[in-house]
């Protein structure tokens, strides 16, 4: 009996299990809204916020350091606060504020 329905029988995964493939569907964002900073601008450069996390609640039992992923404004350097986002329209400049 080979290897594979042995496992299939006694309950195990198999060995060298396939990846779950992840399905991407394409969306064409050029059609969608923009987002702009309260300046203006509509760049933004990823950054990293740390935390540092005391031993009482770390997994590892010792003060570790946590990552948070941000966005900073390319222009301000103000951090992107999703409750102050303005839609930025594309041709006229002019900014109108999402309720």
């Known amino acids: ?4 329905k042995l496992r299939d029988l006694s309950g195990l995964p198999p060995k060298n299990p396939k990846p779950m493939q992840i ?3 394409p969306i064409d964002v050029t059609d969608e809204q923009r987002i702009a900073c ?3 601008c509509r760049y933004f450069i990823p950054v990293l916020e740390l935390y540092t996390v005391s031993a009482l609640v770390s997994p590892l039992g010792k003060d570790t350091l ?3 992923p941000a966005l900073i ?4 350097k103000k951090p992107w606060n999703p409750e102050e986002t303005k839609k930025g329209d594309d041709g006229d400049g002019t900014l109108e504020k999402i309720i």
Not at 1 to 4: A, Q, R
Not at 73 to 76: G, I, P, V, Y
Request: hydrophobic share 25%; aromatic share 0%.
């Open 38 to 40: 309260e300046c203006g």
């Open 23 to 25: 399905q991407q569907i």
């Open 66 to 68: 946590a990552q948070k």
């Open 1 to 4: 009996m080979s290897e594979h």
């Open 73 to 76: 404004c390319m222009e301000c």
